[in-house]
């Protein structure tokens, strides 16, 4: 296990560049590392890019005798060289554009300028239109869109899982992320037993890339760090249990399941009713969550189990979202004149063993919330999985709570860097209840 990370870690660290380049003559460029005030950074498996806010001090003297503001000048789409340290030695070093300019405060010496940064394949989505036809997995289809110089073209390093189910289509001018978000929906992991349980992948962007993965392989990860929680002090690492690596300055926990939403989105039961208007052939199809839970890969030990005297008995009595849709058959079959004359039977996307489980599964993942903030740590990312454990509040020893502890998948995470401190927080997300595993184990037992 790595040295664990103490409170010490929450001073302030060191930003060693923030250099901001002009657009109009690439030979200028201003640092304002010395200015900065207050840097966030910002990561999520729901946000296509990384995100970083810079406030800084912007004072006459920047550059010619002016501030960088109106020197550079300053007015969006500058690329901006930043990196910074944590108290751990792990380092950023990205390189980001300027989307968003807003002066804060100005006088007659100096102003405060805060600048929202973004990646540059975010800015150049806005300009690039998927104009051409896509045969094969949904997984080559992610790879290209972001790697062909026709489209994003991106140099970044790309995770793509594989994909097991094919999907053809024509772009229709769709933006590149508008894209991969739609085909993530339609994604099924090339895992045993998955087709017709599980289904539903996200696309989104770290410091270390790219990244297109399913909720099943994101659970199947090692555990990242392992996180403890109690009111007290770590004494600079002496009161770090074993096996845990850092102790939270603050924990919180929600549990997501607001019953009136989760039925609304169809997170437990769907309906899909399917309809093929060459055949008249008419479909009802009603998966249950329950039901498909031993062919799941869960974070704890089962999904949240809701009272029995809800249930509707007979046959497709049980759900409560329908969607309906016409059998996909037909639609853009790959190969020559005589094989797709031979395909226009088969469907394109299979409804029946993808739509439903993908909308039950985005919605168990958020069944269970934690927030979290500890010390500086600029090793851990969106995606990653981390092992909490908090104090039993009905116990007067160290028991740790069997419901809301164990593994979960961080979702978003803020680094925050001032002048005086340095923190990171969390929002932890989970598909289940019940702890299962422990704090010194890296993956989530079978």
């Not at 901001?20 to 010395?34: A, E, H, R």
């Not at 099924?188 to 770290?206: C, I, R, W």
Request: charged letters at 25%.
């Amino acid at each position: 296990m790595a040295n664990p990370i103490i409170s010490k870690s929450a001073e302030t660290s060191f930003i060693e560049r923030l250099d901001i380049v002009s657009n109009k003559d690439p030979s200028k460029t201003v640092s304002v590392t010395g200015g900065t005030i207050r840097l966030m950074y910002y990561e999520s498996i729901l946000q296509d890019t990384i995100k970083a806010t810079v406030t800084f001090a912007d004072s006459g003297t920047a550059i010619d005798n002016k501030t960088a503001l109106a020197g550079l000048p300053i007015v969006g789409q500058e690329k901006v060289y930043v990196k910074f340290k944590d108290n751990n030695n792990s380092t950023l070093d990205l390189v980001l554009y300027v989307n968003k300019v807003t002066p804060l405060s100005e006088d007659t010496t100096k102003s405060m300028v805060q600048l929202d940064l973004v990646s540059k394949e975010f800015i150049l989505n806005e300009k690039v239109r998927l104009n051409s036809r896509f045969d094969g997995k949904i997984s080559d289809h992610i790879k290209r869109i972001l790697t062909d110089k026709k489209y994003l073209g991106t140099e970044k390093k790309t995770d793509v899982e594989e994909t097991s189910n094919n999907y053809n289509f024509v772009g229709n001018n769709r933006k590149p992320y508008y894209a991969m978000n739609w085909l993530s929906k339609k994604a099924v992991p090339n895992t045993q037993n998955a087709k017709g349980n599980t289904a539903g992948f996200f696309f989104f962007e770290t410091s270390e890339g790219f990244k297109f993965k399913s909720i099943d392989s994101l659970l199947s990860q090692e555990k990242k760090k392992s996180i403890t929680f109690n009111q007290t002090p770590d004494s600079r690492g002496d009161n770090i249990p074993s096996g845990y690596d850092v102790k939270a300055l603050e924990y919180s926990k929600d549990n997501r399941v607001d019953v009136q939403e989760k039925l609304k989105m169809g997170a437990f039961s769907t309906r899909t009713v399917l309809f093929d208007p060459f055949t008249c052939y008419y479909e009802v199809v009603t998966p249950n969550a329950k039901e498909k839970e031993k062919d799941l890969k869960l974070a704890g030990k089962e999904l949240p189990t809701l009272n029995p005297e809800f249930n509707r008995d007979g046959k497709n009595q049980e759900f409560s979202r329908t969607t309906y849709y016409f059998l996909d058959k037909g639609t853009l079959p790959s190969g020559n004149t005589k094989q797709q004359i031979g395909k226009s039977k088969e469907e394109n996307f299979e409804y029946k063993n993808i739509l439903n489980q993908s909308i039950m599964r985005y919605n168990q993942l958020f069944s269970a919330k934690s927030t979290v903030t500890i010390p500086g740590d600029f090793s851990l990312h969106a995606g990653d999985v981390v092992f909490i454990d908090a104090k039993e509040l009905s116990t007067a020893d160290e028991e740790v709570n069997k419901d809301y502890g164990g593994i979960y998948i961080i979702a978003d995470l803020c680094h925050y860097i001032s002048t005086k401190e340095t923190y990171t927080k969390l929002n932890l997300v989970r598909d289940s209840f019940g702890r299962t595993g422990n704090h010194t184990s890296g993956k989530i037992p079978l």
